[in-house]
């Protein structure tokens, strides 16, 4: 079955320290896989996306994730985290379900930055 | 700003009704998603139209139903509503007909079924 995980519910650190919050899927085939931020009250916001190439992929405001194809993971890093960073993270997969591709996300992890 | 505008911001209704969600994509973009997010189902995939058609279908209820017009705006409707209806509505859009590229959010319509 196509899914993604998102093992922890909250990832708290102090400003200035590096983040990391985890991703694991399961999909057949190659993965397409993204990562989206929401902040309160808004809609999810593109952070960046791996398809092909590089395992190591560059975003939007410092972030970037690292891909690595064994473990099925597809970890978000910042090495420098800010207050500002706090929000609700969203990782997801491009997966081929109910006769159709669509994008499956994970239960989304909190990201709480600390001064 | 995303370039995607939802109307309303807020709905709120009782069970029973029937109301109508609005999404206009960015300009430029043909495909137009849907998705649900909830406490308890966390965001859920509602469907897809691409250009006019429905392209993809996910947890979509029966009592919904959606569209998209030749101006390509699209509308979610929902029916006979339940208290479990009650969630953020999202709608997205991008330009190709596949969810390979990146998805470009509104900022939601809260649904508040009393």
């Known amino acids: 079955a196509q899914s993604v995980a998102q093992p922890e519910d909250q990832v708290k650190v102090a400003e200035g320290n590096p983040l990391t919050v985890k991703c694991t899927y399961s999909?057949?085939?190659?993965?397409?896989l993204f990562w989206y931020v929401q902040y309160p009250n808004r809609g999810l916001q593109f952070l960046l996306k791996y398809i092909t190439g590089d395992n190591l992929v560059k975003g939007s405001y410092g972030f970037e994730a690292e891909f690595n194809k064994s473990q099925t993971s597809f970890h978000l890093k910042k090495p420098s985290a800010l207050v500002s960073d706090s929000a609700l993270y969203f990782c997801?997969?491009?997966?081929?379900?109910?006769?159709?591709?669509?994008?499956?996300f994970g239960s989304g992890t909190r990201l709480l930055v600390r001064p | 700003d995303s370039g995607v505008t939802q109307t309303p911001k807020h709905l709120i209704t009782a069970t029973g009704q029937r109301v109508t969600l609005r999404c206009s994509p960015r300009s430029g973009d043909l495909s137009v998603y849907w998705y649900q997010q909830s406490l308890d189902q966390g965001l859920q995939f509602l469907i897809q139209y691409y250009n006019g058609e429905e392209r993809a279908k996910g947890n979509i209820l029966e009592r919904f139903s959606a569209q998209q017009f030749p101006d390509l705006h699209s509308e979610l409707n929902l029916s006979s509503l339940e208290l479990g209806d009650s969630a953020l509505y999202f709608c997205a859009s991008n330009r190709g007909p596949d969810s390979n590229q990146p998805q470009h959010f509104g900022d939601g319509t809260r649904l508040s079924i009393l």
């Open positions: 999909v057949s085939g190659n993965p397409y």
């Open positions: 997801a997969v491009r997966g081929w379900k109910d006769s159709s591709y669509k994008l499956i």
